[in-house]
């Protein structure tokens, strides 16, 4: 059993403790959850000591046989290489921090919700991992019923279950063509080994046919414009910690589906429809932050500019560019870690005063100068701030852009000049300004617990926009080896 192995089974592992533990003993129960899934963090830490890259082949291979059954034509095959270490690692850190930002404020049936989300965390890391097309796209989906119980149950308003339904239905449809096309793929190569596709060869024709089918599926997980409605409503309707999840890790599975399968698997689609993700991209950032300045909920406003921002990763993606793609994966990295800490920030204030509406708030610098310094420092990595994990991969994103199209990248450009306009006005409304005692009379900063839940957002945004070279290294081979399957 390798080091995949032990990541996969380890949260499994803790749900099967979790059942043997009364429902009373709450405390118990939550310290067995989080225990598990800061084990399964540090032995993915493992994986990037551990990982070569100097090559683009898979690694940590491991097969295994379900049920003791043979099967010919597709294969139990997980692995990674660069693209994917880093997902991995980002589930494996955000998962803890669910735990803990629910840790007082979700009292009814405390055992589901904590095995709701070991449970997730196996799915998601099954993946980023799984090399056969069939089996990721039962992971794929799979993902969607947790996360469904998640929104439906601990939810915060009477919205959840539309919400809920508006969130599993739109992205379960949008993956019915998916699958048509995976058992397309199947009749012609008789396997869905994603090692032996990469060798595969299709018609022009059908490769159109197959890429639109895998765009149905991804576009509705980026999201893009016009199938992006449910993100704010999910949103909207989650609980703290699902909304740190849904930002974090499930929004990047629309993108990694496009890199891991869409492009290297459809050249000549891919080529063929770049101009259309040009101009969905470029629409969607554009509408998504004008969108933005008009919003009065503090989720929403978050919600609609990890649209835009995904969209930015798109850009990058279809560039097909060495400067693109990395861009792209360290602008998702960001997003997984900028996205959720302004989430989490979010989740402090309603825990406090049980709404979003900005309105009911101002002043916050004064009365909570510790929220507020951490505050305005994830906003400006909102914004891309140089020195920020955001600007990064902005810079590379449109670096890689410019050198396909300089007029989408201009185009492009006005997204970071309206997404500072609306980060920078949300920011003066909520820190600065006359404190509302007819509204909200009672303030409180910061705890202990949720200082250190921000602090390592805090370290790992400055570490990858000081010295992003050790995610760039571990990126470059298996970016190159993609870059050169798709031409």
């Known amino acids: 059993m390798n080091l995949i192995s032990i990541i996969l089974f380890l949260p499994l592992f803790g749900v099967l403790l979790l059942f043997f533990v009364p429902n009373t003993k709450t405390q118990l ?53 660069g693209i994917s270490l880093f997902f991995i690692l980002l589930t494996t850190f955000l998962i803890p921090i669910c735990l803990l930002v629910s840790w007082t404020n979700i009292q009814m049936y405390v055992k589901e919700y904590c095995i709701a989300f070991l449970v997730l965390e196996t799915l998601l890391i099954a993946v980023f991992s799984v090399l056969d097309l069939l089996l990721f796209y039962v992971f794929f989906e799979s993902v969607l019923i947790p996360m469904f119980v998640i929104i439906g149950v601990w939810g915060s308003r009477e919205r959840k279950i ?26 012609q190569t008789g396997t869905t080994d994603l090692e032996v596709l990469y060798c595969s060869n299709f018609s022009e024709t059908r490769q159109i046919f197959l890429w639109l089918a895998f765009f149905a599926s991804f576009a509705v997980k ?64 554009i509408y998504t932050s004008l969108t933005t300045l008009r919003q009065i909920d503090l989720k929403k406003i978050i919600a609609y500019s990890s649209v835009a921002h995904m969209n930015f990763v798109t850009l990058g993606l279809f560039s097909l560019n060495t400067q693109g793609v990395e861009g792209s994966l360290l602008l998702m990295l960001s997003h997984g870690l900028v996205s959720p800490a302004l989430f989490l920030c979010i989740g402090i204030l309603y825990d406090r005063h049980k709404t979003r509406l900005l309105r009911y708030y101002a002043g916050c610098g004064r009365t909570m100068p510790i929220f507020a310094l951490l505050f305005v420092f994830f906003t400006m990595a909102n914004i891309s701030l140089p020195g920020t994990s955001s600007f990064i991969g902005e810079f590379l994103v449109l670096t890689g852009t410019y050198q396909n199209n300089s007029f989408i990248a201009l185009l492009a450009a006005t997204g970071m000049v309206l997404g500072a306009a609306y980060a920078l006005w949300l920011c003066n409304r909520l820190i600065y300004g006359v404190i509302k005692p007819h509204f909200i009379h009672e303030w409180s900063d910061v705890t202990r617990r949720e200082f250190w839940m921000l602090v390592p957002f805090v370290v790992s945004i400055l570490w990858m926009g000081v010295y992003p070279e050790p995610f760039l290294d571990a990126l470059h081979c298996s970016v190159s080896n993609l870059i050169s399957q798709g031409m």
Do not use: C
């Open 29 to 81: 129960i939550r310290r067995i959850a989080l225990n598990t899934s800061l084990l399964t963090f540090l032995i993915s830490l493992v994986l990037w000591v551990e990982f070569d890259s100097s090559t683009a082949r898979f690694q940590f291979l491991e097969a295994k046989a379900i049920y003791g059954f043979s099967f010919s034509s597709f294969n139990f095959l997980f692995g990674i290489d």
């Open 162 to 187: 539309r919400a809920a339904y508006q969130f599993f239905l739109y992205t379960l449809l949008g993956s019915v063509f998916m699958l048509l096309a995976i058992l397309l793929i199947y009749f």
């Open 222 to 285: 980026v999201p893009m414009v016009p199938v992006h409605i449910w993100l704010p409503e999910a949103h909207v309707e989650a609980p703290t910690a699902g909304s740190v999840i849904l930002a974090g890790i499930l929004l990047k599975l629309g993108t990694y589906g496009f890199l891991r399968f869409s492009i290297p698997l459809f050249p000549f689609a891919t080529f063929y429809f770049t101009p259309l993700i040009y101009t969905l991209s470029v629409l969607a950032i």
